[in-house]
T-cell receptor, first 113, second 111 residues
Framework: DQQVKQNSPSLSVQEGRISILNCDYTNSMFDYFLWYKKYPAEGPTFLIS?????DKNEDGRFTVFLNKSAKHLSLHIVPSQPGDSAVYFCAARSGAGSYQLTFGKGTKLSVIP | DAGITQSPRHKVTETGTPVTLRCHQTENHRYMYWYRQDPGHGLRLIHYSYGVKDTDKGEVSDGYSVSRSKTEDFLLTLESATSSQTSVYFC??????????FGPGTRLTVT
């Protein structure tokens, strides 16, 4: 039973345009959500996060939106750059006091120059 | 850089042999984790630790054991490696209550 779903295995975007990566979840106990970026042959790196009490968090070119009623979050990258080409993982925390994260399967973003 | 190292970085071993992977952190964080990453599966939790000698199972713990005798080291052991355990293994630590930070990974091939 997959609790965090990234339904698009891959996404291609032109440089300078917006990239939108989507993530759906099923567990209503998730209270914190994170996005990680992973380059080949490296470990995942933390990118941006959002608490369930917010609906938007912004950090430079990266914005995460959370729609709790739809159990959906998205990562927007504007403008997209070739260096953004990587695999992006969505992750969720199972409530206060839990230190475990549940990850999606990832979306491979390719930004075309 | 969260001060996490993993060793070895690459290993090729034969089916049936024992294998131990090491994760070392320099910042005395309490929580440590072992994940495996496989195509089509994302990151799956194998085991985690919440202190010295305190460990618990994750989603895919069968065939793996862990030990943590010092705060800074978390060992993952495959008692008898199988081809299905060919994967990339990542160690992670919790920094604060939310984020986890990952090591560079170990690529393990079981032939």
């Amino acid at each position: 039973d997959q609790q965090v779903k990234q339904n698009s295995p891959s996404l291609s975007v032109q440089e300078g345009r917006i990239s939108i990566l989507n993530c759906d979840y099923t567990n209503s106990m998730f209270d914190y959500f994170l996005w990680y970026k992973k380059y080949p042959a490296e470990g995942p790196t933390f990118l941006i996060s959002i608490s369930s009490i917010k609906d938007k968090n912004e950090d430079g070119r990266f914005t995460v939106f959370l729609n709790k009623s739809a159990k959906h979050l998205s990562l927007h990258i504007v403008p997209s750059q070739p260096g953004d080409s990587a695999v992006y993982f969505c992750a969720a925390r199972s409530g206060a006091g839990s230190y475990q994260l549940t990850f999606g399967k990832g979306t491979k973003l390719s930004v075309i120059p | 850089d969260a001060g996490i190292t993993q060793s070895p970085r690459h290993k090729v071993t034969e089916t049936g042999t024992p294998v131990t992977l090491r994760c070392h952190q320099t910042e005395n964080h309490r929580y440590m984790y072992w994940y495996r990453q496989d195509p089509g599966h994302g990151l799956r939790l194998i085991h985690y630790s919440y202190g010295v000698k305190d460990t618990d199972k994750g989603e895919v713990s069968d065939g793996y054991s862990v030990s943590r005798s010092k705060t800074e080291d978390f060992l993952l052991t495959l008692e008898s490696a199988t081809s299905s355990q060919t994967s990339v293994y990542f160690c992670a630590i919790s920094v604060g209550e939310y984020e986890q930070y990952f090591g560079p990974g170990t690529r393990l091939t079981v032939t």
